[in-house]
Nanobody, 123 residues
Framework: QVQLVESGGGLVQAGGSLRLSCAAS????????MGWFRQAPGKEREFVAA????????YYADSVKGRFTISRDIAKSTVYLQMNSLKPEDTAVYYC????????????????WGQGTQVTVSS
């Protein structure tokens, strides 16, 4: 059974940085896509970034492109989201997600979800 556990959230001032981690377990993640999503209060959950586990191909939402970087450590079975130049509008609960690679794109529906980690950016 796939398990995803996020960590690294917290409170940071605008312009600061945070690195989120997602420890993945329960199976081999070869041929899996791993993603980060976020949900702000009163808003729907939105796609942030994703990475193809084996090839390392990445994709980003326009709102975070150039500021956030997704990466993975295959040996540690961990996915990271490095967030720089944070803005108050980045405040949200951030979720790690996974799915078998079945689509050509990295967006769309994901099957497995972590519990989320809160990121708060103060102005």
């Amino acid at each position: 059974q796939v398990q995803l556990v996020e960590s690294g959230g917290g409170l940071v001032q605008a312009g600061g940085s945070l690195r989120l981690s997602c420890a993945a377990s329960g199976r081999s993640f070869s041929y899996y896509d791993m993603g980060w999503f976020r949900q702000a209060p009163g808003k729907e959950r939105e796609f942030v970034a994703a990475i193809r586990w084996t090839s390392g191909v990445t994709y980003y939402a326009d709102s975070v492109k150039g500021r956030f970087t997704i990466s993975r450590d295959i040996a540690k079975s961990t996915v990271y989201l490095q967030m720089n130049s944070l803005k108050p509008e980045d405040t949200a609960v951030y979720y790690c997600a996974a799915r078998p690679r079945v689509m050509a794109t990295l967006t769309g529906t994901y099957d497995y979800w972590g519990q989320g980690t809160q990121v708060t950016v103060s102005s």
